[in-house]
Nanobody, 126 residues
């Protein structure tokens, strides 16, 4: 059974930084592209970033490109999202998801029905 546990969220001022982590278990982590998505009340799930199975390639939503960095440790089975220069519009619940693909692409980033964890809340506010 796929099990994903996100952590690292919190309250941060605009311009600040946070690093999210996602500990994976129950599947062969190194075989699949992994993604981060986010959701705010009343809005749909939005792709944030996806990383290929080996970690060599990544894709970012235009809204976060240049500010966020996705990475993974296939030995420790952890997915990361380093977020910098945070803005109020980044406020959301962040989820990591297991994709059914191996490459980093927009299609892989927000697959309907992808398994995800319980989420970690990021709030950007002064």
């Amino acid at each position: 059974e796929v099990h994903l546990v996100e952590s690292g969220g919190g309250l941060v001022q605009p311009g600040g930084s946070l690093r999210l982590s996602c500990l994976a278990s129950g599947f062969t982590f190194s075989a699949w592209a992994m993604s981060w998505v986010r959701q705010t009340p009343g809005k749909g799930v939005e792709c944030v970033s996806v990383i290929s199975f080996g970690g060599a390639h990544s894709y970012y939503a235009a809204s976060v490109e240049g500010r966020f960095t996705i990475s993974r440790d296939n030995v420790k089975k952890i997915l990361y999202l380093q977020m910098s220069n945070l803005k109020s519009e980044d406020t959301a619940m962040y989820y990591c998801t297991k994709t059914t693909l191996t490459s980093a692409s927009a299609a892989a980033c927000n697959q309907p029905g992808s398994p995800r964890g319980q989420g970690t809340q990021v709030t950007v506010s002064s």
